[in-house]
């Protein structure tokens, strides 16, 4: 599995078909509020196999601190530690970057999952304007 950042449109757009179809198809988050202004400044990373896209991250600078999130698998490739594999290799290049801290906005039921990468969950549950509840994380890196 290669997981790199997406420099070109087409390896961005790559990017957003995956979240489209595990936000708005699977998830069935409106469309709206799955795309935002943030898309055209964030960093962001495609998993790729030999078959193709797989998975995707995006991080936005906040000041010392790399907001994580968008973070999603297609559905085939579940189950095979590529959600943490992605997750390892964004918090690797945002440390390289110079942040001193990771932070995500976490689905409550993916909350250990990120805990098992070192975040901790901070603050009451909260629904993010998706009808889905979350929890704010943060992780040192």
């Not at 943490?84 to 964004?90: E, G």
Request: net charge negative.
């Amino acid at each position: 599995m290669k997981i790199a950042l997406a420099e070109t449109d087409a390896l961005k757009q790559a990017c957003f078909a995956i979240r489209r179809a595990v936000f708005i198809e699977e998830q069935r988050i409106p469309e709206p509020e799955e795309w935002d202004d943030y898309d055209a400044i964030a960093l962001h990373y495609l998993a790729e196999d030999a078959f193709g896209p797989a998975g995707t991250a995006r991080v936005i600078s906040r000041d010392d601190s790399a907001k994580i999130g968008r973070v999603a698998v297609l559905q085939r490739h579940r189950g095979t530690g590529l959600g943490a594999q992605i997750m390892r290799a964004v918090m690797a290049d945002a440390k390289a970057r110079g942040f001193a801290r990771a932070e995500l906005e976490s689905q409550v039921y993916a909350i250990p999952f990120y805990g098992r990468l070192g975040f901790v969950a901070e603050g009451p549950e909260y629904d993010d304007g998706s009808g889905i509840m979350h929890r704010l994380m943060r992780a040192d890196l």
